[in-house]
């Protein structure tokens, strides 16, 4: 079954959301809870469980949009893909963090979640801040600052822009869904 998916538009450079904000070590198992692992399947479902056992109006209360803040190392933990699937169909625009685990953020491009390490905009973020992030010239505006951040490569941006790495692959091959299946490569 193929299921859309929610992608950020690189034509709209700009990204506007309220913040939520969390702190250091936020692990695959808090962000998707563990328990659900093996009896969800469907994005919808895993979305309804984000983050629950952390924050339990996220899942309520986050709106399509909606940046999270978070501290260092945010993702650690498992390789489950279900931990950024939660964060992604929830609508998530992007997570801003001081720093990813490595597997995390590799997972996150390959889905296409937006992934921004700016330590500087984490420490000034506050719970329901508006955050707005500015893709072309890579910084976030907080509080009536600036706060620069590293640029994505612009494969990464290709990836996030087609909604994850195996559409980007579709669109690269000139393959349409149906044919990425006949020829073996469905979801």
């Known amino acids: 079954m193929t299921v859309a998916h929610p ?9 506007t959301g309220k913040v939520w904000k969390y702190g250091d070590g936020v692990n695959t198992d808090v962000i998707f809870p563990g328990k659900y692992t093996y009896s969800l399947k469907e994005p919808s479902e895993i979305a309804a469980h984000a983050l629950e056992d ?13 940046v ?5 190392n945010w993702g650690n933990g498992s390789s489950r893909e279900q931990a950024v699937t939660a964060l992604k169909y ?3 625009a992007a997570v801003v963090a001081k720093s990813f685990a490595r597997i995390y953020f590799r997972n996150g491009i390959n889905q296409g979640l937006l992934l921004i390490t700016c ?6 973020a506050q719970a329901d801040d508006k955050i707005e992030i500015d893709l072309e010239r890579n910084v976030i505006r907080l ?5 620069p951040f590293p640029p994505l490569s612009a494969t990464a941006l290709g990836i996030i822009n087609d909604g994850g ?17 006949a020829a073996g490569g469905g979801d």
């Open 54 to 66: 952390l924050d339990p109006k996220f899942a309520s209360d986050a709106r399509p949009g909606d």
């Open 90 to 92: 929830k609508g998530i």
């Open 119 to 124: 330590p500087e905009a984490v420490d000034a």
């Open 143 to 147: 509080n009536d600052r600036e706060y």
């Open 165 to 181: 790495l195996v559409q980007h692959i579709r669109k690269k091959l000139g393959l349409t869904s149906t044919e990425a299946i």
């Open 7 to 15: 992608t950020i538009s690189l034509q709209h450079s700009t990204i």
């Open 68 to 72: 999270i803040v978070a501290g260092r």
